[in-house]
């Protein structure tokens, strides 16, 4: 069965780091880009992040998250990283991670991507 699986959310304070991991089973990760969408209670989901498949050579941030937020990608692992600093409340949202057989452009869509994960609770606060 295809799955893909995020964790390493939870409860940080504003200037804080975490580190949320997608990790694929069923499939292999490196033959797709992969995407980190966010989702805020009673917004849009909105893409924060993509790489490009197999060497990862093309990376894309929203601009609320750049300089800040770092997409990374392990194929002997079969996982990508979100690497997330300097966290701010309005990064407070479930964080989803996809992946695209045909890759994607950048702004990201959700429309793009084949495989979803169930997300993980990214809660900023003091």
């Known amino acids: 069965q295809v799955q893909l699986v995020e964790s390493g959310g939870g409860l940080v304070q504003p200037g804080g780091s975490l580190r949320l991991s997608c990790a694929a089973s069923g499939f292999t990760l490196q033959a797709y880009a992969i995407g980190w969408f966010r989702q805020a209670p009673g917004k849009e989901r909105e893409g924060v992040s993509c790489?490009?498949?197999?060497?990862?050579?093309?990376?894309h941030y929203a601009d609320s998250v750049k300089g800040r937020f770092t997409i990374s990608r392990d194929n002997a692992r079969n996982t990508v990283y979100l690497q997330m600093n300097s966290l701010k409340p309005e990064d407070t949202a479930v964080y989803y991670c996809?992946?695209?057989?045909?890759?994607?452009?950048?702004?990201?869509?959700?429309?793009?991507?084949?495989?979803w994960g169930q997300g993980t609770q990214v809660t900023v606060s003091s």
């Open positions: 996809a992946a695209a057989r045909y890759g994607s452009t950048w702004p990201i869509s959700p429309n793009e991507y084949d495989h």
């Open positions: 790489i490009s498949s197999t060497d990862g050579r093309h990376t």
